[in-house]
């Protein structure tokens, strides 16, 4: 709460500075040395913000409202839709000599497309764990008013945002001074919409365990004041947790899923395979403390973060459904949905820019882009919140699940079975291996 107390003055300082007239409040006077030229008026790229923020929220609305219906269809064209597009503004990059971003859009199209091809065998089931958290979220129309509701207030937060980040687009410092003010407004902004996320996260976690404590068939028979308990929980006894957790969680788990992803296709190049495992079991030291579903265990049991993390991850272990959750990608499947919408907005918003200010397209383009991937994530969070609760059910009692939905317990129990004999089978072979090696290094002196 502080640093939202300290960043909005800092913002709106910022925004009013350069609103109406150059320097208003002769901030500059503080920073002669960092002045390169006049700069311009926050009202000349706060429009560009407004742009980002509306089609945004555009996105986001349309996942939710076309989520029981076209759900799985808009996943899988996220899928194999955003290596091109990444690939398409990697080429309108380098025509408009955007080096620097054109670089890093084609790197990203390309680890786009590497991290397909490596999961390809894993989105049918995927596919099918998201259409069934799809169809336990439909279930629940209060839910997705509380997703509108946090969508909104990110919104008016964005607003406040964006009037101090156009004001920093439009201040007389220099372009390297701009960008690190844009990067710690941004991390800002990044940090606050994971908290409202993972808010977004602990509420419906909550509302999902009681639906299949309570059989899963009927969400009515749950108590009328549910809703209203979880958002009070979440946004007073648990919203310290929720902050702490919303740090590390995402950059975390994101490595996990490049690193899994390089891992099962390395073959039998040792020396890259020792270096990658090193760092595998580094990260997933990291996720035993920091892991999404830290969060259900928070609306459920009321635990710390850490703990509930700690918990969640000694369960999965324990009882094996960490190989199927391994082998799960329903969160890299979200993650490109949110990259997508986040590229469309920011594209919307750096044409703009590019047609009236082009040295100024890098700035607006980027910090516009993080605005809507912000606005969609409010709105994927919801599905993920569902799995995450399916998969803790499951591992604590998967009668929870067969009561719910007896076929895809049936299709859950079968792929655990087949993950954990491919687990089995790879022990054994690396067991071989090892043995060999060492019979091998006995018999050179002979």
Same mark, same amino acid.
């Given at each position: ?29 503080? *920073? ?139 201040? #007389? ?145 324990? *009882? ?24 469309? *907005? ?66 859950? #129990? ?33």
């Amino acid at each position: 709460m502080l640093h939202l107390v300290v960043l909005g003055l800092s913002l709106v300082v910022l925004g009013l500075n350069r609103y109406g007239k150059k320097d208003r409040l002769n901030i500059d006077r503080y *920073t002669p040395r960092y002045t390169e030229h006049h700069g311009g008026l926050t009202e000349d790229y706060w429009p560009m913000y407004a742009v980002a923020g509306g089609v945004g929220t555009v996105l986001g609305c349309t996942w939710l409202l076309f989520l029981g219906s076209q759900a799985n269809q808009m996943m899988k064209v996220s899928v194999h839709i955003l290596t091109t597009y990444l690939a398409v503004i990697s080429v309108l990059c380098f025509w408009g000599k955007l080096f620097f971003w054109g670089v890093m859009s084609g790197i990203g199209a390309a680890l786009q497309f590497l991290y397909v091809i490596s999961v390809i065998d894993r989105l049918p089931f995927t596919m099918l764990v998201l259409q069934k958290a799809v169809k336990m979220v439909w279930s629940l129309p209060k839910v997705m008013r509380i997703a509108y509701a946090f969508m909104l207030v990110m919104l008016l937060w964005m607003g406040l945002w964006s009037f101090g980040a156009a004001g920093v687009v439009a201040s #007389s410092m220099g372009d390297g001074q701009r960008w690190w003010l844009l990067v710690v407004l941004s991390v800002s902004l990044f940090w606050t919409g994971a908290v409202l996320c993972n808010t977004v996260h602990v509420i419906v976690s909550g509302m999902v365990f009681l639906v299949l404590i309570h059989g899963g068939h009927e969400p009515s028979s749950i108590p009328s004041n549910s809703l209203m308990k979880s958002l009070r929980y979440a946004v007073t006894t648990s919203f310290g947790s929720i902050c702490y957790g919303s740090l590390f969680t995402a950059a975390i788990r994101t490595l996990r899923w490049e690193i899994r992803g390089v891992r099962s296709k390395i073959g039998n190049n040792e020396c890259l395979l020792c270096c990658v495992d090193f760092l595998f079991h580094l990260v997933e030291t990291l996720v035993r403390f920091f892991n999404k579903y830290a969060y259900v265990q928070i609306a459920v049991c009321g635990k710390s973060f850490n703990h509930s993390a700690r918990d969640a991850w000694e369960l999965f272990q324990s *009882t094996g459904v960490e190989a199927l959750v391994a082998y799960d990608c329903s969160g890299a499947v979200l993650l490109m949905g949110t990259l997508l919408g986040g590229l469309v *907005t920011g594209t919307c918003s750096g044409v703009w820019t590019w047609i009236k200010w082009r040295d100024k397209m890098s700035m607006v383009g980027s910090t516009a882009m993080l605005m809507g991937m912000v606005l969609v994530g409010l709105a994927m969070v919801v599905v993920e919140s569902a799995v995450t609760s399916i998969y803790i059910c499951y591992a604590e009692d998967p009668l929870l699940i067969h009561r719910w939905d007896s076929e895809f317990f049936d299709q859950m #129990s079968e792929m655990l079975h087949q993950r954990l004999q491919y687990r089995s089978a790879r022990a054994r072979e690396v067991l071989t291996h090892n043995r060999f090696d060492g019979h091998t290094q006995e018999m050179l002196p002979a």
